[in-house]
């Protein structure tokens, strides 16, 4: 048999893939890489659960719009030629605009469809609703919502330019002697990159970090959190409770008087505030450790210490994304903020607090942020909009106010939603809530190569390629490779790529030249990257990166990225952050103006809605955090990612005692279940858990056995709170989530979640 391999690159890395013309063979990574991810390897079912031809569900097909909402997800599809799904697309975007107005239209995606610059789902979905009109836009994202928001008003700058400048794992190496880290840098998180990324250098950067004598503390309820090879201190905490912690170290500094008097009255905002409230001069509660201690579990005198080490150190104090997602989310992050600045070590090499490291992006190549070609958005005449993990709230609440970073805004009435990357089915909480609310609108269109479960619950689903089926230019502007993504197969079935499907509903919407500007797939291509090559006359041709399959920028073609926290130190007058105050603000009389109950005017603690500390007996606290096997759902039913599950279900890891309270063993099959919902898993007894925490990763795709009922494959969101951090930044809470587990007796049902819906003849 004849193979021939090409070149692709995806959100989790770059591979050679291998295909005999129809199906894939095998999957080699990209010999560069040091480090490859195995989720590459889950390409290799490219065929497998797809959507071959346009489909519409049955009772919108033969009814029109607005018929039987209550059975999306539930009864069979039409298949119907593309002419007629298209027509049927067009004239309902037309009614529903010339009806509504098209704030009716809610435009959803999510970024990660494709690493490509010009085949990425987000960009295409948003240029084609704003050629016709525009349309009701989400703002942040599921990872980092609370961190987007509160970063700004602490710092003065956006949480990605903060990120862009804080120290990197070159400049920890070389300077940083402690690094203390709540959440830990998890290396699983670290695999993928918007945009893709042509080596994963996290472990080996962590390794330098550790030869070179950087002490690493990892404050999580996850020990893996942290790679054995940092040979790191696991304090374990309370999910939760980081800002407990934090309060903790803080008061530790004062009353030990280890903290920066100076830094804090010069470049600071707040601090008489902030220090009277540690001192519980406010509340008449100070926050000690042993207080501290009381909330987070965590030994008193263990904070004592190391918030001395701290003080003696030079330290990094750094956040993961995941503790933001919790019920105050906003509170550890600018918490840590107020503990480095006690520290007077921001803006010093290798000291001050830092986000997300091991995040996506973050893996410490040191080249610097630089512009690839992407496509265009256009603008947006429609300015409603909503926080991202807003969207149940949007489809139930149509009319209804709400708070959002101190404005007033009101849901607009949707009537349609159109969604092209992505799956809400997946990242969005308490899915059962969000069954209900997509029985809501009139029409549910949505572009998808695979029967997930956003296929499922739409009303006319049209069958969108991979990245494996089309070409594409490949790159992140965090990472130093520059890629030529081949086309490795035909498309499979009749599916088609976002561009030329939006192209053709363009055309019938008489905006054929707003949206496609003339251009075919190729010459946009052509003329984007010749766009980017104007600017960059070192860079290779397109021809030349095309048969090289490949470049690398070298560091010194990256102009330096001045530090803003760096010249704010060495000058506070002159280069003033843009906070009210010119100064880093531990009291935000900004935020105090907004009277948010939820949201105080400095670092605090408030008691989270759901944790240990409220437990009742036999519930859990669970962590859903990001897979190992798969990026979020995508490639949920390829080899990776199965190999993970136990007869298609995840597993959930529990401690060796919590499993022994409730007679259960490794590999028992467990019902996990709240007044939300329920999901069957696997167990899977580990050491590195926290006792009372279980953990189950998301991305499974959600199965459920009835309306409302059991879930089959493992899927934590039917379990997760649909509630914002605060009226702050609305924000998600996942992470804040009690649960109890059962052993699941008789006849398990079987796993459905990667098999096709029914299909009728028209």
């Known amino acids: 048999m004849t193979t021939t391999r090409h070149r692709t690159l995806t959100n989790w890395g770059a591979y050679e893939v291998e295909t005999d013309g129809r199906e894939i063979t095998a999957v080699h990574p990209f010999a560069k890489d040091p480090d490859p991810s195995p989720i590459g390897q889950s390409l290799k079912a490219v065929r497998r659960s797809r959507v071959e031809r346009p489909a519409i569900r049955e009772s919108w097909y033969r009814s029109g719009p607005g018929s039987n909402p209550e059975r999306r997800g539930w009864e069979p599809f039409v298949e119907v030629e593309w002419d007629v799904a298209l027509d049927m697309v067009a004239a309902e975007l037309d009614r529903v605009r010339n009806q509504f107005g098209n704030q009716a239209i809610f435009g959803g995606s999510y970024g990660w469809a494709s690493a490509g610059r010009f085949h990425h789902a987000l960009s295409q979905v948003h240029r084609f609703l704003n050629s016709i009109g525009g349309y009701t836009f989400s703002v942040d994202d599921y990872s980092i919502a609370a961190g987007h928001v509160i970063t700004p008003h602490v710092f003065g700058f956006s949480f990605d330019d903060f990120v862009d400048e804080q120290p990197s794992f070159i400049e920890m190496a070389e300077h940083t002697e402690l690094v203390v880290a709540f959440g830990g840098m998890p290396i699983k998180n670290s695999q993928v990159q918007y945009g893709g990324q042509g080596r994963h250098m996290l472990s080996s950067r962590l390794e330098t970090c550790r030869d070179r004598g950087v002490r690493f503390i990892n404050l999580s309820p996850l020990a893996e959190d942290l790679i054995e090879a940092c040979e790191a201190e696991w304090i374990p905490v309370r999910p939760a409770t980081d800002a407990a912690v934090m309060l903790g170290l803080a008061h530790s500094l004062l009353i030990a008087d280890d903290h920066d008097e100076d830094f804090l009255r010069t470049y600071c905002k707040g601090w008489d505030r902030l220090r009277s409230y540690l001192r519980g001069e406010t509340d008449g509660v100070p926050k000690s450790a042993a207080w501290a201690g009381e909330i987070t579990g965590v030994d008193p005198d263990r904070i ?105 805004l009101t849901y607009p009435e949707t009537k349609l939603v159109y969604w092209a990357g992505g799956n809400p089915f997946h990242h969005h909480q308490d899915l059962n809530r969000l069954a209900k609310a997509w029985q809501m609108p009139d029409t549910i269109v949505v572009h998808e190569p695979f029967w997930n479960a956003l296929a499922r619950f739409s009303d006319i689903v049209l069958p969108a390629t991979t990245t494996l089926e089309r070409e594409d230019i490949g790159g992140s502007g965090m990472d130093d490779f520059v890629f030529w993504m081949e086309k490795v197969i035909d498309p499979v079935g009749e599916a088609k790529n976002d561009y030329d499907i939006f192209s053709e509903l363009a055309d019938r919407l008489d905006v054929g030249e707003r949206f496609a500007e003339g251009r075919t797939s190729r010459q946009w291509l052509e003329h984007l990257y010749e766009r980017f090559h104007s600017g960059h006359p070192d860079y290779p041709t397109l021809d030349e990166l095309k048969d090289a399959g490949h470049f690398q920028i070298p560091r010194e073609w990256i102009p330096p990225v001045p530090s803003q926290l760096l010249s704010f130190r060495q000058d506070p007058l002159g280069s003033a952050l843009k906070t009210p105050s010119g100064r880093i603000e531990l009291y935000s009389e900004t935020i105090e103006g907004f009277a948010y109950p939820d949201c105080p005017p400095h670092p605090s603690w408030l008691e989270p809605a759901e944790w240990l500390g409220n437990a009742t007996s036999g519930q859990l606290h669970m962590i859903s955090n990001q897979p190992k096997t798969r990026l979020h759902s995508q490639w949920d039913h390829g080899e990776t990612s199965l190999n993970g599950k136990v007869e298609g279900r995840e597993q959930i890891g529990m401690a060796l005692t919590d499993a022994l309270d409730r007679g259960l063993d490794h ?75 059962e052993r699941f007796e008789g006849d398990a049902p079987a796993v459905r979640s990667h098999e096709a819906p029914g299909l009728v003849a028209p």
Do not use: K
């Open 667 to 741: 590999g028992d099959l467990v019902r996990v279940f709240n007044d939300r919902g329920a999901t069957l898993a696997v167990v899977s007894i580990r050491s590195d858990l926290m006792e009372g925490v279980v953990q189950l990763p998301t991305g499974a795709w959600w199965d459920p056995v009835e309306a409302g009922g059991l879930c089959r494959s493992g899927n934590p969101n039917v379990l997760t709170r649909d509630v914002g951090t605060s009226s702050l930044a609305q924000g998600p809470t996942a992470q804040t989530c009690l649960v109890e587990i």
């Open 304 to 408: 004592v210490s190391l918030a001395a080490q701290m003080a003696r150190s030079r330290t990094l104090i750094t956040v993961s994304w995941s503790v933001q997602r919790n019920d105050h989310g906003e509170q550890p992050y600018w918490a840590a903020a107020a503990m480095a600045a006690m520290l007077g070590q921001i803006g010093l090499p290798g000291g001050g607090v830092g986000y997300g490291y091991g995040a996506v992006g973050l893996n410490g190549h040191g080249v610097g942020y630089h512009d690839l070609p992407r496509l265009g958005q256009g603008r947006n005449p429609v300015s409603d909009f909503i926080p991202v993990a807003r969207i149940a709230d949007l489809l139930l609440q149509g009319g209804e106010e709400y708070e959002y970073n101190g404005q007033r």
